[in-house]
């Protein structure tokens, strides 16, 4: 994902997704695809937040429970439940979200930054917030959500 600011006058299409109650996005460039819920399968001793992995088209897919991984408890995934396939730096994970809303448009000033108030684990894991129709959606930086070495099973 790029951190590099817009160009001036020029929008950056992020992709806004639910997980509970609350609104998410991420950018548009990470995405590779959206798929329904596969079952995953476990892999031992892995982190909580790592529901298991998928086959996609022969590929070994890690999948992270992106709800697990932000504090705000674990899914129980149905077939409602939806796969966000992103490339994160080097690796391609899945993130099991409870359903994607939008497509947003924004300039980087429409991205406020995290109130002070909000502890560095949350400023770890939301780049910044985005206030649009009534709604707060936190823009998740998803090179923070994967820890260093915590998912070299990606292909």
Known sequence: MSDSPTPAGLGRELISFRIGSQEFCVDIMSV???RGWTPATALPRAPAFVRGVINL???VLPIVD???RLGLGAADPT???VII???VENQVVGLLVDAVSDILTVTDDMVQATPDVASEMVRMFVRGL???DGRMVSFISLDRVLPDGDLDIAA
């Open 32 to 34: 590779r695809e959206i």
């Open 57 to 59: 088209r022969g590929a």
């Open 66 to 68: 992106l709800g697990a």
């Open 79 to 81: 077939a409602r439940h």
């Open 85 to 87: 396939v992103a490339q």
């Open 130 to 132: 985005l206030a649009i």
